[in-house]
């Protein structure tokens, strides 16, 4: 499901989601290696044209890995051990975004973010079709909140209840 649809499905950890990505300007990015193990990258993250951005330097092997098996999972950067800002989780693939349209959003996006944009066409730019997230945060306000296409929103017991 394309973010946009995604927002418009489970506002409740979309906002989450777009609020601490945002923010944080970088997310943690799991893909998968060659030989099956996984590989955890830190990534920048844009939203333009109704969609989750992930853009990534040519022929990295993070982009390498998702050109080769598009599953991946997107996890806020957390802030410290005790994470007030919790952990939101997005699960899915990605979609190898050859566009000219949605490239010259992206390009956009990231000027605007950072006053830098790459070099057409010297980038792989992927966005995230989700198909499962999560949300969970501890401490005061402990909380857990799940979706996916089957079964919807959810919150289910938070493991220190």
């Not at 598009?70 to 990605?94: I, T």
């Not at 605007?112 to 790459?118: L, T």
């Amino acid at each position: 499901m394309r973010w946009d649809e995604f927002e418009r499905g489970c506002p409740q950890i979309a906002g989450r989601a777009r609020q601490r990505f945002a923010a944080d300007e970088l997310v943690v990015v799991g893909t998968i290696r060659p030989d099956g193990s996984p590989r955890i990258s830190p990534n920048e993250v844009d939203f333009a044209e109704g969609r989750l951005l992930l853009g990534m330097m040519w022929r990295s092997q993070k982009a390498l890995d998702l050109l080769r098996d598009p599953r991946v999972a997107v996890h806020s950067v957390p802030s410290d051990r005790m994470n007030p800002g919790g952990d939101v989780k997005l699960y899915g693939r990605v979609v190898d975004e050859r566009d000219a349209d949605v490239r010259r959003a992206f390009r956009d996006e990231i000027g605007r973010r950072i006053d830098w944009a790459p070099d057409e066409p010297s980038y792989h730019l992927f966005s995230l079709d989700v198909q499962r997230a999560g949300f969970i945060s501890f401490g005061d306000d402990r909380r857990v909140m799940a979706w996916d296409v089957e079964g919807g929103y959810r919150e289910p017991a938070h493991p220190d209840a």
